[in-house]
């Protein structure tokens, strides 16, 4: 099915309103669950509530909570956000899978159910926060390998000095309800698809209000010819990759493929049947931020710097 941007933006205007209730809802859930602990890192308030089967990272800012990440004590090989089970569906736009790096690392629940599946991948995740990584070990169950590690740095600047290639590069960034800027430009696309090995893909997770959702798009789809979006459940994974738009039988084809290869706990044929959408002609305003090399490292310091708030852990 081929929409305008204009027009999924539309198909998302009531999730729009379902996510603003969803925030309040967490914020609520919030309030009656336990706070497990709170730190005040370089970058974020950081809360981790629980309770006997489960526990949630949030960063709070002006007496609201945004959700990062969230696990299931009793069943932790669980991904109970349903936009990160979207994100594994980039598996079946490449051709081979040998490297992932994913920017932003929350609790580490997407690339551990990803080691899980592909225990021989090498999976690096790109997280700005340490104190994030030391939370993500010591709650989500979050472990580095020889195969699996972490580095702390803003992803952009890590991606600037390091020449690697990846076959998916996974970008889940967020500031509150929204992706830094700097993640979400055309100059900072073009340096995701100078890292990317041939065939390789971005596979970005992308906030839906409207207008940010068609630029967004249309700055992805200046550098990545095509573009495909997936319903995450109130929030949109794009995947942007070369050449044009893969025929749904073909995707289908390699899904089956990689399905019986992984045996994957959430099943990526389903997923692309039912919530693949391939993106016509963008209209948004394309985001670009062209600035010297000193300049833009400023920007990216600007845009990393905490939030100046209020927030209080619930009583």
Not at 285 to 291: A, G, P, R, S, Y
């Amino acid at each position: 099915m081929r929409l305008s941007p204009t027009a999924f933006g539309v198909a998302f205007a009531a999730a729009l309103a379902l996510l603003a209730q969803s925030l309040l809802v967490q914020t609520a859930a919030a309030q009656q669950t336990g706070l497990l602990e709170k730190r005040e890192s370089t970058y974020n308030n950081i809360f981790i509530f629980g309770d006997t089967d489960s526990v949630t990272m949030t960063f709070g800012h002006n007496k609201r909570y945004f959700t990062e990440s969230s696990m299931k004590l009793s069943d932790p090989g669980a991904l109970t956000v349903d936009y990160t089970r979207m994100m594994t569906v980039g598996l079946a736009y490449v051709p081979k899978v040998e490297r992932i790096l994913e920017i932003g690392l929350g609790g580490g629940r997407t690339i551990s159910y990803l080691k899980a599946a592909l225990p021989d991948t090498a999976i690096l995740a790109v997280e700005i926060d340490k104190d994030v990584v030391d939370l993500a070990k010591k709650y989500f169950q979050f472990k580095e390998s020889a195969t699996l590690r972490a580095v702390v740095a803003d992803g952009r600047s890590f991606l600037m000095r390091d020449k690697d290639l990846w076959d998916i590069i996974l970008i889940d960034a967020y500031r509150g309800p929204f992706v830094p800027f700097h993640l979400l430009t055309k100059e900072f696309y073009t340096l995701v698809k100078s890292r990317l090995a041939p065939g390789g893909i971005v596979v970005q997770n992308i906030e839906p209000s409207t207008m940010l959702f068609d630029s967004a798009t249309a700055t992805l789809n200046s550098v990545f010819p095509s573009v495909d979006l997936y319903d995450g459940g109130g929030n949109v994974v794009a995947i942007g990759y070369d050449g044009p738009s893969a025929r749904q039988t073909d995707l289908m084809a390699r899904a089956g493929v990689v399905q019986a290869r992984y045996n994957l706990r959430y099943d990526i044929r389903t997923m692309i049947q039912n919530n693949r959408r391939v993106l016509g002609r963008p209209t948004g305003k394309i985001l670009t931020d062209d600035f010297a090399p000193v300049e833009t490292m400023r920007a990216i310091e600007q845009n990393n710097e905490k939030w100046k708030d209020q927030t209080e852990a619930p009583r």
